[in-house]
Structures are given as structure tokens and as C-alpha cells.
């Protein structure tokens, strides 16, 4: 999926964009299946992990997040568990396999407010290796102004350690924290911008700063993220309190420290082995 060059910007820049990561005959299905998640209508009968918001309930100025929507629906999982997807963030991350940890279903209609600039990583030390590879797969045609997901160029190299998790769901300023951080690590901050048209994306790493902000434009920005870890990563109990620990440790085995394949399946290892039945 992914051309020598399109590594080495990886590696130089922290994320690199891609032109096509899906069929484009999926794009409208998926956003039926948007829609249906989003009124609480889960085809499987399993809800989602988070459920940030819901059609009648939640503030309609709010960007619209779920987070593993593929346990409540079968066309978001045939996307989030695609076993090339997987092996394109293996390869970027340097790993024998890739394990999904966490999908993430964002809908930002017009006028929608900001999401905050984070770093995936801080929010992660509930498992080891703590780390993260993610591919964001825009819905429909992107751009600065419709708040599509910006990059902090080079932010995977900054340093590491201090990174408080701030506000993630309409921050009054959603630049605020990177600003910072640049400031603090004394480096120049190169902001940019993954204008994709629908179906294309892009894959970034762990500790690069991202975040979005409002959507200033007459258009829907509907996206679906792959987060993945490590086909090797295993739980870290002492980190359970920390970032998403809460939400995700619920799936440890009262005795050791085996991320289930049940609720983390592997979407492709190095030798051939994908969780059976995805
Ligand atoms: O879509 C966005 O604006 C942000 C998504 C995000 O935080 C992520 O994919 O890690």
C-alpha cells in the first residue's frame, strides 16, 4: 500500500498522506452506517465502547465521537479490521503484527467546534509496548477551512514525559496545547493540514501532535480511524487509572497480562496468523 517514499516521509514527518485507502463504493455505505450509530442503532446488538454522542441527546455544536464502532456494526468492522490497512501500520511501526486497539467514528457537521491537539501515546500507559500507529480515513473531501485533521510536522521527535492529557472535545483553543509544547521544547512549530478527497487519508505515529479545528465550511467531515497497537502488546496493570485505561483494562483477565483477541483482534502478523473469525 505504501511506496518507499511515502515511509521515508513517515519517518521524516511523523504522518504521511495517502490518496486512496478504501473502495470508493464503500464511502456511502459507510456513512448510512454513521448515521444508524450515531441514532443508537447497532446492527450486532453490542454497543460501542464510548458512545460520545447521540442523535437528540448530545450538543449539536459538538463533533460527533464514537469509539469501536465496529463491535456494533459490520460494515465499520470490514473497514477497521482490514488485514492490508494492518499490515501498512505494522510495516510503519516496525512491528511483526498489528492489533486494533480502538476505532474511532468522527462526524464534524458544519459549524462543528474543535477537537484538541493530543498526543495518543500520553493516554496509553495501561499497556506496553506503549504505542501507537493510526490510520485516519477521510469520508468525504477534506480541507483546512472544514476542519480536517492537522499534523505537528517532526512532533514524533519532540521530547516525552510531560504530556498532560487536556481537553479533547471542544477546547477553546485547540492549538493551545501544541503551542505550548513547542515553546517548552524550544522547537518551531510546522502545522499541517491533510486535505484528502474522500476515501483517502493518512497514517501517523503515536507521539505526533494532531488535533482539528471547527468546521468552517458548508460541508459534512465524516472520518473513520484505525488505532493499532502491537501484535505483541500486552497489558500493563499499574497504568489501569491512566488516559483511556478506565474504558479498555475492563477487558483484562483477572490473572495475567493477554490482550484479548475477543476485544483486540490482530489484523495481520508478519507470519501469516490473523485473529480467526474477523
Ligand atoms: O479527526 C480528528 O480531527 C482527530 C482524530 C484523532 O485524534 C485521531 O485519529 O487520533
Request: charged share 25%; hydrophobic share 40%.
Amino acid at each position: 500500500m505504501l511506496a518507499a517514499d511515502d515511509q521515508a516521509r513517515f519517518h521524516a514527518d511523523g504522518f504521511v498522506t495517502v490518496d486512496s485507502l478504501i473502495d470508493n463504493s464503500l464511502i456511502d455505505p459507510l456513512k448510512d452506517r454513521f448515521e444508524r450509530l450515531f441514532r443508537g442503532d447497532f446492527e450486532t446488538g453490542t454497543a460501542p465502547d464510548e458512545v460520545n454522542w447521540q442523535h437528540r441527546s448530545s450538543d449539536p455544536t459538538l463533533t460527533r465521537q464514537i469509539c469501536n464502532g465496529w463491535k456494533a456494526d459490520r460494515l465499520i468492522a470490514s473497514v477497521v479490521l482490514d488485514a492490508g490497512l494492518g499490515e501498512a501500520a505494522a510495516r510503519l511501526a516496525g512491528w511483526p503484527g498489528a492489533r486494533i486497539v480502538q476505532d474511532n467514528v468522527i462526524w464534524k457537521p458544519p459549524g462543528a467546534r474543535s477537537l484538541g491537539f493530543h498526543r495518543d501515546n500520553a493516554y496509553l500507559s495501561w499497556y506496553t509496548p506503549t504505542e501507537m500507529l493510526s490510520c485516519w480515513i477521510a469520508l468525504d473531501d477534506t480541507t483546512a477551512a472544514g476542519g480536517t485533521m492537522e499534523l505537528a510536522r517532526g512532533s514524533h521527535r519532540w521530547p516525552t514525559g510531560s504530556d498532560a492529557m487536556g481537553e479533547f472535545h471542544a477546547p477553546d483553543d485547540y492549538r493551545a496545547p501544541v503551542v505550548a509544547a513547542a515553546e517548552t521544547a524550544g522547537l518551531e512549530l510546522d502545522i499541517a493540514a491533510v486535505e484528502v478527497t474522500a476515501g483517502g487519508g493518512s497514517f501517523h505515529h503515536g507521539w505526533a501532535w494532531h488535533g482539528s479545528g471547527p468546521n468552517r465550511s458548508g460541508r459534512h467531515r465524516r472520518s473513520l480511524v484505525l488505532h493499532c497497537a502491537s501484535s505483541e502488546a500486552r497489558f500493563r496493570r499499574a497504568g489501569f487509572a491512566d488516559g483511556n485505561g478506565p474504558v479498555y483494562s475492563r477487558y483484562a483477565h483477572l490473572t495475567g497480562d493477554e490482550m484479548d483477541e475477543n476485544h483486540f483482534p490482530i489484523l495481520w502478523r508478519s507470519d501469516g496468523y490473523r485473529t480467526p473469525g474477523i
